[in-house]
Nanobody, 124 residues
Framework: QVQLEESGGGMVPAGGSLRLSCAAS????????MGWFRQAPGKEREFVAA??????GYADSVKGRFTISRDNAKNTVHLQMNNLKPEDTGVYYC???????????????????WGQGTQVTVSS
């Protein structure tokens, strides 16, 4: 089993930055596909970013503003979010897929483990 814990959420004004972290425990996730998803009130959970073998993917809405990265030494994945917009508001979830490579990393069904989420609020 893998446990995931997100941190780093908060409230920022539009144009601000936040860095989310996802700390994994139970197993080493350096060979896992790791993803970030978000869910706004009244909306479905949507893909934000993922890192898998040899590839990093982003939702079009966050390209150029968000960066996903791994810190294998700390068994952690980060999501650096810059130039935040009010439409980025939501609960951000970290997810892990035990597949080393995933061609469907943008589909939440592909993931085996989920964190509890961290709230991000961007004010206009």
């Amino acid at each position: 089993q893998v446990q995931l814990e997100e941190s780093g959420g908060g409230m920022v004004p539009a144009g601000g930055s936040l860095r989310l972290s996802c700390a994994a425990s139970g197993r080493t996730v350096s060979s896992y596909t790791m993803g970030w998803f978000r869910q706004a009130p009244g909306k479905e959970r949507e893909f934000v970013a993922a890192i898998t073998w040899g590839r990093i993917g982003y939702a079009d809405s966050v390209k150029g503003r968000f960066t996903i990265s791994r810190d294998n030494a700390k068994n952690t994945v980060h999501l650096q979010m810059n130039n935040l917009k009010p439409e980025d508001t939501g609960v951000y979830y970290c997810a892990a897929d035990d597949a080393y490579y995933s061609g469907s990393y943008s589909n939440p069904i592909s993931y085996d483990y989920w964190g509890q989420g961290t709230q991000v609020t961007v004010s206009s």
